[in-house]
């Protein structure tokens, strides 16, 4: 490897007046600059990125830890989040660790993360009603933003879509359709949207003068195998739904199929809808009716806010020149309506 010592030697220069020429500072001389940067060119010089973020104290890196509830990184949801987080990353000039945690040691990876100084900054997702992460990393003041509030408090850089609203226009669909025997399929209630979306339904159910009977709310987790699961007791009841919604695509696509192994069709015998979006839900069959989330473009935005968390707190970070005043966004969602309803 190519040292700043070689460089020196080439030049007749010292380390020191390499590596300042080579970091571009105002009191080396620009001829100075540009021999040492040339010969650094001719040479194949690869700078030690390690250190000059030790010398700057800084990672130069922010991390998502995919929280316990996640069934991996496949989820499409993830992957969907992921990518949008990943690229705004790289046009930022940052490295993203992404790390998966188990439930037992999820707090003690964000801990292990900050002390070990391997992050400068956190995007989390999938909050809970109360969370103890966000109360960790707000405790020690270290920067983050998240996909998702937390119950009675909203001091921190987040993105939200309003999930209330967006449960509001799929009842109103469901029930324009003529359907008034109505099932959710949630994740735990534990998880801020899931609690938001039940809200939600439930509040316009009985706008409307619609019962919701506890047997007609099934509570799992977030995935399309226990969608089936949930479904299958659902439509096995003596007075079954004729509509479901899930509170997200995965839940949706196997409350789907449970529907199909019971001969129904879907859209007409059973209406079923979901949440998200993802590109699979397009191409399903039926296609499926859901709440778009730019979950990308979200990705994306939650990774700005971080950013502008960060140079609040680390004059040393490289400034964007964001100038996102607004820390807190909420999103308004859009109904796609589908065959599948």
Known sequence: MVTLKDIGERVNKSVTTVSRALSGCSDVSPDTILLVKGAAKEMGYVPNTLAQRLQKKTADTIGIIVPYSSTGYAEPFFSELLAGIGKEASEQGLDLLVAYAKKENELSLY????????????????????????DYLLSINFPFASFGMVENRQDF????????YAMTT?????????????ACICPPLSVMFSSVRLRGVRKRMAELGLP???????????????????????????NPPTAIIGFNDSIAFGAINAGKERALKIGEDLAVTGF?????????????????????????????????????????YKDTGLGLENMQVIMCPKLIIRESS
Request: hydrophobic share 35%; proline share 7%.
């Open 212 to 238: 919701l009977p506890d047997e007609m709310v099934r509570i799992g987790s977030f995935d399309q195998k226990d969608g089936h699961e949930q479904a299958s007791h659902l439509l096995d009841l003596p």
């Open 111 to 134: 801990k292990k993360l900050v002390s070990g100084r391997r992050v400068d900054g956190f995007v989390i997702s999938r909050t809970l009603c109360q969370d103890e992460r966000i």
């Open 157 to 164: 850089p987040f993105v939200e879509e309003d999930g209330e």
């Open 170 to 182: 799929i009842v109103n669909h469901l029930v324009e359709r003529g359907h008034t025997r109505i």
């Open 276 to 316: 998200d979006d993802i590109p699979m839900a397009e191409m399903y069959r039926p296609p499926l009716t859901t709440i778009h989330q730019p979950i990308a473009e979200i990705g994306s935005l939650v990774t700005k806010l971080l950013v502008k968390a960060i140079q609040e707190k680390n004059p040393k």
